[in-house]
């Protein structure tokens, strides 16, 4: 089993929270990003108050990770996706949709903390490791 892991989360072991870095440890090889989180990371650690360490914690991070792009394929799973969501009506935040359809392409467990953010897009497998 292979993961794609959320903004959250990766902010989680930049933290050094033990539960999340253990998981890295285990499923290391198998961990992927997607653009769209490291889009998110970036912004995180170029604030302007953001300490010097952070941004050296994220590029530490992407040794862990590799990162995959939002693609043709994609932007199809996104809009079919989306479509469904409006015929349901349902909705799911952009950049998390997007973030579900790099998941469903690549075949990918989505490990998020916001769990509510990721539940109306079908066939997504959700995993939560930030729960105790």
Same mark, same amino acid.
């Given at each position: 089993?292979?993961?794609?892991?959320?903004?959250?989360?990766?902010?989680?072991?930049?933290?050094?929270?033990?539960?999340?870095?253990?998981?890295?440890?285990?499923?290391?090889?198998?961990?992927?990003?997607?653009?769209?989180?490291?889009?998110?990371?970036?912004?995180?650690?170029?604030?302007?108050?953001?300490?010097?360490? %952070?941004?050296?914690? &994220?590029?530490? =991070?992407? *040794?862990? !990770?590799?990162?995959?792009?939002?693609?043709?394929? $994609?932007?199809? #799973?996104?809009?079919?996706?989306?479509?469904?969501?409006?015929?349901?009506?349902? %909705?799911?935040?952009? &950049?998390?949709? =997007?973030? *579900?359809? !790099?998941?469903?392409?690549?075949?990918?467990?989505? $490990?998020?903390? #916001?769990?509510?953010?990721?539940?109306?897009?079908?066939?997504?497998?959700?995993?939560?490791?930030?729960?105790?």
């Amino acid at each position: 089993m292979s993961f794609l892991v959320d903004t959250d989360t990766c902010s989680a072991y930049i933290k050094g929270i033990g539960r999340v870095m253990q998981r890295f440890v285990q499923y290391g090889g198998r961990l992927y990003i997607s653009s769209v989180t490291l889009g998110e990371l970036y912004a995180w650690a170029l604030r302007v108050n953001a300490p010097p360490k %952070r941004m050296q914690d &994220l590029l530490a =991070l992407l *040794g862990e !990770v590799q990162v995959l792009s939002v693609d043709e394929s $994609v932007a199809r #799973n996104f809009g079919e996706v989306r479509a469904w969501q409006s015929d349901h009506g349902l %909705r799911s935040p952009e &950049l998390d949709l =997007l973030n *579900g359809a !790099v998941a469903l392409v690549h075949k990918l467990t989505m $490990v998020t903390h #916001n769990v509510k953010d990721y539940a109306n897009i079908p066939g997504l497998i959700l995993d939560d490791w930030l729960v105790p």
